[in-house]
């Protein structure tokens, strides 16, 4: 039969000797990792003498932290020797970690040994190295900004995307950057957030498209702020404002370019009729 010349990876095949030569290195290497295997689990873990200098924290089914416990906390630009800038990345990391005396209070001053104190030029070499003005596309979304100096290290940065285009900034409690100024920025997605007011938002200028899905924000009240940009496209779904009364009249009537309100296109229905209600509120006197 045809299947019995077909030659499998794993057929043996017979040397000039007669031994079986296919996939010996194969076997062997598998006998050796069944050895270690089972050499492993009949002999006692056996712990670093330096367990207790490596840190507290880490997950007590292993034996030892992991090689990247000491880096937990360091930005991307603290780990030395490479070439990587702030423009080049997509999803970075830019939540500093935690101060010296909170790392001595978690136990964690392991860590510090990673720091060092830096100076002015090192401060201005980092700065270079973020490169944040020629990003154009940055993904700052989920940055666990807990305390205030991280939420002060994240506005810092948002200050310097004077280039971006699209930006997400999803789910990091953000609850005012009114003081922002994007000016080059298409496309902004800030989800999930704690916005009140369209007045909390950045200065976006030529904005496209703005998802605000799932954040508080109550009324329409200064949603004609964006009159005049280039607005197309816009998403409130799951904020409060949604269930106002002729909700989408009133948004398409602030917004004359406005095309896409929550993933809908304009209808017919959506352009605001005279207020025909009025005439019938007034008073004749004969």
């Given at each position: ?7 499998s990876?794993?057929?043996?095949r ?28 009949n ?19 292993l ?25 080049q ?6 939540r ?51 305390d205030?100096?991280q ?12 280039r971006?285009?699209k930006?997400?900034l ?51 009240s200064g ?11 816009l ?47 007034m008073?004749?006197i004969?």
């Amino acid at each position: 039969m045809l299947l019995n010349k077909i030659s499998s990876p794993f057929s043996p095949r017979l040397s000039s000797s007669g031994l079986t030569t296919s996939n010996q290195k194969f076997f062997k290497s598998y006998s050796s990792c069944c050895s270690i295997l089972r050499d492993a689990h009949n002999s006692p873990l056996v712990l670093p003498q330096n367990r207790g200098t490596l840190g507290q924290n880490w997950d007590p089914r292993l034996p030892f932290p992991l090689p990247s416990d000491s880096f937990k906390y360091l930005g991307w630009c603290d780990i030395e020797e490479h070439g990587v800038r702030g423009n080049q990345l997509l999803c970075p990391r830019v939540r500093e970690g935690p101060s010296e005396e909170e790392l001595f209070f978690r136990k964690e001053e392991h860590t510090l040994k990673r720091r060092k104190q830096v100076t002015d030029p090192e401060k201005w070499e980092k700065r270079l190295q973020e490169n944040w003005e020629n990003c154009a596309e940055l993904n700052l979304s989920f940055q666990d900004l807990g305390d205030l100096y991280q939420v002060e290290n994240f506005k810092r940065i948002l200050r310097r995307l004077i280039r971006v285009e699209k930006l997400w900034l999803v789910d990091n409690s953000l609850t005012d950057l009114s003081a922002i100024r994007l000016p080059r920025c298409r496309e902004l997605n800030v989800n999930k957030n704690h916005f009140t007011s369209f007045k909390q938002l950045p200065k976006i200028p030529q904005i496209q498209h703005l998802s605000l899905a799932e954040n508080n924000i109550t009324t329409l009240s200064g949603i004609s702020d964006f009159r005049h940009t280039p607005l197309e496209s816009l998403v409130l779904k799951r904020n409060p404002c949604e269930f106002q009364e002729r909700y989408r009249q009133l948004v398409f009537s602030n917004l004359p370019n406005l095309k896409i309100l929550d993933g809908i296109p304009k209808l017919p229905e959506d352009c605001s009729p005279p207020d025909v209600s009025f005439f019938f509120r007034m008073c004749t006197i004969l």
